[in-house]
């Protein structure tokens, strides 16, 4: 049993280029959310799908777009990647969206640099 | 949607001192999450609490949730080097919307 599973691990860019960052999970989980990770601001979020077929800005979405593109996979696209966005990001899915009492399950992470 | 202040920053301890972080909101809380990450890690969910009051333990671990809940907190007994790590307090952002919101997290370093 995988859980959350990003790729890549790994990135650098440079500035303008755009990327896809990928996520999977194999919890048959309803709510995927995409986060970022930068020192001394804590994880944030960026874009979050309730349901298949649903995504929703979350804090920071600029600079940022997203595809639930079946119940499994959630991804993040870069169209013109910024330094601005050098950050590790973390993929995150639960059960149903909305219900308070229910924890989150991470990947691993990707961390990416923007050169 | 709902913030939560954590603090300290930072705490560095000896090898089997007791550590606390501490999370508060200007809001009432519905409940509140608690998650450990490893240096190069992801966040790993600790638990929850939902009552006004609420004490839970874990091992070493004690977690409260104020009785107004508005505030929790974190206490660790007897540090061990395999507490290391940030521990974060999270929320679900509410208003409409889904998501957690972080705290900045404590950083907890154990000199051996």
């Known amino acids: 049993n995988a859980g959350v599973t990003q790729t890549p691990k790994f990135q650098v860019l440079k500035t303008g280029q755009s990327m896809t960052l990928q996520c999977a999970q194999d919890?048959?989980?309803?709510?995927m959310y995409w986060y970022r990770q930068d020192p001394g601001m804590g994880l944030r979020l960026i874009y979050y799908s309730a349901s298949e077929g649903t995504t929703d800005k979350g804090e920071v979405p600029n600079g940022y777009n997203v595809s639930r593109l079946n119940k499994r996979e959630f991804s993040l696209r870069l169209e013109s990647a910024a330094p601005s966005q050098t950050s590790v990001y973390f993929c995150?899915?639960?059960?149903?969206?909305?219900?308070?009492?229910?924890?989150?399950?991470f990947g691993d992470g990707t961390r990416l640099s923007i050169l | 949607g709902q913030q939560v202040m954590q603090i300290p920053q930072y705490q560095h301890v000896q090898e089997g001192e007791d550590f606390t972080t501490y999370c508060n909101s200007s809001t009432t809380l519905s409940n509140i999450q608690w998650y450990k990450q490893r240096p190069g890690g992801h966040p790993v969910f600790l638990i929850q609490?939902?009552?006004?009051?609420e004490v839970k333990k874990q091992k070493r671990l004690t977690f409260q949730f104020g009785e107004a809940k508005k505030n929790s907190s974190l206490h660790i007994t007897a540090t061990q080097t395999t507490d290391v790590g940030t521990y974060f307090c999270?929320?679900?952002?509410?208003?409409?919307?889904?998501?957690?919101?972080f705290g900045k997290g404590t950083h907890l370093i154990i000199q051996p």
């Open positions: 609490l939902v009552k006004s009051g």
């Open positions: 999270a929320v679900y952002s509410g208003g409409g919307a889904d998501g957690l919101t």
């Open positions: 995150a899915s639960r059960l149903t969206a909305f219900i308070d009492n229910q924890p989150q399950h």
């Open positions: 919890m048959n989980h309803n709510s």
